[in-house]
C-alpha cells in the first residue's frame, strides 16, 4: 500500500481563459477502488490525460506506480491472444531477441540475454498466455475468442480483453474511462464483480450501480472543488444530497438576513440624516453630532455585514450543483392505445431477432426493452417508429393520432453548426438552448460545430431536441450514453414527474428499475 501524492495541480486548455483545475492537492492511496464522478465538462477524463501525462499542468505529481489507460490503443488486427500479450509487455520482441542472441553466444551476448530474460520472467512471460485465458474467463470470456482476430470480436468482447490485460500488469495504477458503453446489462454486472475483486483504479463511469458494485471510494470534481469520500456512489450521493439541502438552507437563511440588514441600514441611515438635520438652529450642536455619529457608525456595521453576508451567499451558491426540473412537451393521447403489435418477427438473413412477438402500448406505459447485446431491441424501435427498410412478418398497427419524438442510440451523424441542427430539426431556438442550459451545456459550446462536442454533449443535444418537440410517444435507445450522473437523476425526475408514455431501451439498471412501469424481454 503506497499513496499517489498531486500537490497544487493547475490547468487550462490554451483555448479556453477558464481554469480546469486550480491549485488542486490530492493523496489517492494505490489500493483504492476509487470512482471518478462528475458533470459532462468538468474534467474528469482531462484528470486521467494529466495523471498520464499526456497534457502538462502545473504542480508536482509523484507516484509510486506508473498509470495505464483505458481503452487501450490498439492499431493491429492481430489474433486476440497476441493483443493482449502486446498490451502486457512486449513479449514478442522479447522471444525474438533472447533468441537472436542465443544464435551467437558471445560473453556481451550473454549478458545481454540475461538482462531481457530477467524482465522477461518478471513478466510472467512463461506462463501468460495460461494467465490471460484464467484472466479472461473471470469475465464469461472463452478461450477459444483468443485465437479469432481481435477486431472481429464485439465491442464488449475487446472491452472485457483489455481489461483482463492491464490488470495482468504489474505496479500499475489504472485509469478507466468509461468502459461500460458497449456493455449490456449482464457485461456490465459481470464487469462490475470483477471490479470488486481488484484494486488500485480510478473508474470514471456513470452508472450508479456500477459505481456501487465496484468502488469503495469516490471523487467528485464539483463546480469549484473536488471532493473525496470513503465509500461507494450511494455513500457520495446520500452525503451529496445533504450537503446541497444544507447549502440551499444556509443561502435561504442568508438571503433573509440580507433583507433585515439592507432595511435597517436604509432606517439607520435616514435617521442619521435627519439628526444631522436638526443641528440647525439647536443649541446642544455637540450632542447631536454624537448622536448622528454614532448612527452613521451603525449603518456602516449593518452595511459591512450585509456585504459579508452576500459574499458568504454568492460562494454557497457557486458550490450548489442542484439539478433544475426538466419538462416534456406531452401531446393528448387519442383513444386507449397508441401501438398494438401482433406476431411480429424478424429475420435478417439466417438469423432470427425475435419471433411472435405481441404486445400493445397503452397511455402511460414505460417499457423498458431488455435483452443481450444482438437480440434486436434497436431494431425493434426503429420498426415501431415506422422504417421501412427492415422486413418483419406480424402487424403493427398505429393510433392514427401519433405523435412521436425519439432520442437515436448513435450521435456519429451530428455535423455542422447548431443553427442548422435547430433549422432541420424544425425546433424553437430560444427553448432549445434553454433545455440545454438546465442540462449544464456551457454557452461556449453554442458556437462549437457539433461533430466537435464530446459524446456526452451530443447525446445531451439529442436529449434536448427531443424534450422540445411535441409528442405523445417517446422511443428513446440508449438515452444514458455518456451522461453524467447528474443529468441522468434531472431525467428520472423528468419521467417520473411527467408520466409520458414511452418505450426506451437503457442498461443503466437502476435507471430501468426507477423509470419502467413494465419491461419486455428480447
Excluded at 439 to 456: N, P, T, V
Amino acid at each position: 500500500m503506497s499513496t499517489i501524492h498531486i500537490e497544487d495541480l493547475s490547468f487550462s486548455y490554451p483555448t479556453s481563459g477558464d481554469a480546469i483545475f486550480e491549485h488542486v492537492t490530492l493523496q489517492l492511496d494505490t489500493s483504492w477502488k476509487l470512482g471518478l464522478v462528475g458533470r459532462n465538462g468538468r474534467g474528469k477524463t482531462t484528470l486521467l490525460r494529466l495523471l498520464t501525462g499526456e497534457l502538462a499542468g502545473s504542480g508536482t505529481l509523484v507516484s509510486p506506480v506508473s498509470f495505464d489507460y483505458f481503452p487501450f490503443s490498439i492499431t493491429e488486427d492481430a489474433t486476440a491472444l497476441a493483443v493482449c500479450r502486446g498490451i502486457i509487455a512486449p513479449f514478442t520482441q522479447w522471444e525474438q531477441r533472447m533468441e537472436t542472441l542465443l544464435a551467437s553466444p558471445t560473453p556481451q551476448n550473454l549478458e545481454a540475454y540475461g538482462d531481457i530474460l530477467e524482465q522477461y520472467t518478471a513478466a510472467d512471460g512463461y506462463t501468460i498466455d495460461e494467465l490471460i485465458e484464467a484472466e479472461i474467463s473471470k469475465l464469461g470470456v472463452t478461450p477459444q475468442v483468443l485465437n479469432r482476430r481481435f477486431f472481429s470480436l464485439s465491442p464488449g468482447e475487446q472491452v472485457k480483453l483489455q481489461l483482463a490485460s492491464l490488470f495482468l500488469k504489474k505496479h500499475r495504477f489504472l485509469l478507466i474511462d468509461e468502459p461500460t458503453n458497449h456493455l449490456d446489462e449482464d457485461g456490465r454486472r459481470c464487469l462490475g464483480d470483477y471490479l470488486s475483486k481488484k484494486s488500485g483504479f480510478l473508474l470514471v463511469s456513470h452508472d450508479r450501480d456500477f459505481l456501487d458494485r465496484s468502488c469503495d471510494h469516490i471523487l467528485s470534481i464539483n463546480r469549484h472543488s473536488l471532493e473525496l469520500v470513503t465509500g461507494n456512489y450511494s455513500t457520495w450521493w446520500e452525503n451529496f444530497q445533504r450537503h446541497q439541502q444544507f447549502e440551499e438552507r444556509r443561502n435561504q437563511a442568508l438571503r433573509r438576513e440580507i433583507r433585515h440588514l439592507s432595511d435597517a441600514a436604509r432606517a439607520t441611515e435616514g435617521w442619521s440624516n435627519q439628526v444631522e438635520a436638526s443641528k440647525i438652529g439647536s443649541y446642544d450642536k455637540g450632542y447631536i453630532g454624537h448622536k448622528s455619529a454614532k448612527m452613521m457608525k451603525r449603518a456602516k456595521v449593518l452595511q459591512s455585514r450585509r456585504e459579508k453576508a452576500l459574499e458568504e451567499a454568492s460562494s454557497l451558491l457557486s458550490e450548489q450543483d442542484i439539478p433544475p426540473s426538466l419538462r416534456l412537451h406531452l401531446a393528448p393521447v387519442p383513444g386507449k392505445a397508441l401501438l398494438n403489435v401482433q406476431d411480429l418477427t424478424v429475420k435478417l438473413g439466417e438469423r432470427v431477432l425475435f419471433s411472435h412477438l405481441s404486445f400493445c402500448v397503452s397511455p402511460g406505459d414505460r417499457i423498458a426493452l431488455r435483452g443481450s447485446n444482438g437480440t434486436g431491441k434497436s431494431t425493434l424501435l426503429r420498426l415501431l417508429s415506422g422504417d421501412t427498410s427492415i422486413p418483419y412478418t406480424g402487424s403493427i398497427r398505429r393510433n392514427g393520432g401519433l405523435l412521436l419524438s425519439q432520442v437515436p442510440q448513435e450521435s456519429a451523424f451530428l455535423h455542422g453548426e447548431m443553427r442548422e441542427f435547430i433549422r432541420e430539426s424544425q425546433l424553437e431556438e430560444s427553448l432549445f438552448k434553454a433545455i440545454l442550459r438546465k442540462l449544464d451545456f456551457s454557452r461556449q459550446q453554442f458556437d462549437k460545430r457539433l461533430e466537435e462536442l464530446s459524446a456526452g454533449q451530443q447525446k445531451k443535444l439529442l436529449v434536448a431536441r427531443s424534450l422540445c418537440q411535441r409528442a405523445n410517444l417517446f422511443l428513446w435507445d440508449e438515452p444514458l450514453n455518456f451522461l453524467d450522473v447528474l443529468s441522468r437523476t434531472q431525467l428520472e425526475q423528468l419521467l417520473l414527474s411527467q408520466e409520458p408514455t414511452m418505450i426506451f431501451v437503457e442498461h443503466d439498471r437502476r435507471f430501468q428499475q426507477n423509470v419502467a412501469t413494465r419491461e419486455i424481454i428480447l
